[in-house]
């Protein structure tokens, strides 16, 4: 079984470019959520989505960022216009609508770095 | 969410048992405690979640005292492979994780 497939690993972005991370849930898993690290902190809850259903988007920043998790295809997290402060490691996790929500399966991530 | 507190970091050796407590005071009575372990450069793993009492699973164990006001995972014999942040979440199991810094344990030869 292939876990939580994240790409790309790494991007770099200009100051005021857009920056689309892409996720792909294990198979069978309908929820997906967004997590950001920033450096020397813990993850934090961004964004929790079901097949074309923002469920809860509480924790991503109102401006620039945008979240959609389509009938087909991956979870794309979207954010336009980036700053330094954008830099950080965002990770995406998936669970099966069956399962208790707190175990959720974690990607590599995708290290954004703004320049 | 209850606020928890975990030592910043512990090292040990190869074989060795390795004990994070984690303190949360204010745990309310709906609130389970859960554990994730992350390696460099990786997302969290799940390991366990516990209520009150004793959790063990092939991994790792879980002590819960009557109070609930702090936890105890327990690593068995830890190997170099051991080596990685453990994060101690505490709440009503609802989606919204949340990360403190965690313990990062580094396990020696």
């Known amino acids: 079984n292939a876990g939580v497939m994240q790409n790309p690993r790494h991007l770099v972005r200009r100051r005021g470019q857009e920056a689309r991370l892409r996720c792909s849930p294990v198979?069978?898993?309908?929820?997906v959520y967004w997590y950001r690290q920033l450096p020397e902190e813990g993850l934090k809850f961004m964004v929790y989505?079901?097949?074309?259903?923002?469920?809860?988007e509480s924790g991503m920043p109102k401006e620039r960022f945008s979240a959609e998790f389509p009938k087909e295809g991956p979870s794309i997290l979207r954010i336009q216009q980036v700053v330094r402060g954008d830099s950080a490691a965002y990770f995406c996790?998936?669970?099966?609508?069956?399962?208790?929500?707190?175990?959720?399966?974690f990607g590599p991530g995708t290290r954004l770095t703004v320049t | 969410l209850a606020k928890t507190t975990q030592p910043i970091s512990m090292d040990s050796y190869e074989g060795q048992e390795v004990n994070i407590t984690c303190s949360h005071n204010?745990?309310?009575?709906?609130?389970?405690i859960t554990w994730y372990q992350q390696f460099p450069s990786q997302g969290p793993r799940f390991i366990i979640q516990g209520y009150k009492t004793k959790v063990t699973n092939e991994v790792a164990s879980l002590f819960i005292p009557a109070d609930r006001k702090s936890s105890t995972l327990s690593l068995p014999r830890v190997s170099l492979s051991d080596t990685a942040v453990y994060y101690c979440l505490v709440g009503d199991n609802d989606y919204k994780l949340s990360f403190g810094a965690g313990t990062t344990v580094t396990v020696r030869a």
């Open positions: 996790a998936s669970s099966p609508p069956d399962r208790e929500s707190y175990e959720q399966y």
């Open positions: 204010n745990i309310a009575t709906n609130d389970y």
């Open positions: 198979k069978g898993h309908s929820h």
């Open positions: 989505l079901q097949k074309e259903n923002i469920i809860d």
